[in-house]
């Protein structure tokens, strides 16, 4: 792989483990200051769904950190291309249900490093 779509790549994985981090450890101490519009007493009932969804984009992050560690062309490729269309998709979705936010922060990256991993 190219150095460019490389470092996309690492930058998404590194973003997924931030996720997770924060979705399954932090959701009740810092999710009310950075999700301000959801209701402060909703964070700890939702505190299993949101550890849910961390393991999902901890399961992200380790497809893409394997794309990395793989040296056989193409493979490398293959599976950096499925991981990075999940991450994609679940911007999409999540931009259209969640918060517009979600479009910058994921999907954009996403859609560039397919891009790189296609052009370069």
């Not at 959801?38 to 380790?62: H, V, W």
């Not at 979600?102 to 859609?111: D, K, N, S």
Request: hydrophobic content about 60%; aromatic content about 16%; charged content about 10%.
């Amino acid at each position: 792989m190219h150095i460019v779509s490389t470092i996309l790549i690492a930058f998404i994985a590194l973003l997924h483990i931030y996720i997770l981090w924060f979705e399954m450890f932090a959701w009740t101490s810092r999710g009310p200051k950075i999700f301000r519009s959801f209701p402060k007493d909703l964070f700890e009932p939702t505190k299993s769904m949101a550890a849910n969804q961390g393991l999902y984009n901890g399961f992200l992050a380790a497809g893409l950190i394997w794309s990395l560690l793989i040296k056989t062309h193409p493979w490398n490729l293959y599976i950096a291309i499925f991981f990075l269309s999940c991450v994609l998709i679940a911007g999409i979705y999540g931009a259209m249900t969640a918060s517009k936010r979600i479009l910058y922060v994921q999907t954009i990256p996403a859609a560039l490093a397919l891009i790189a991993v296609h052009v370069l």
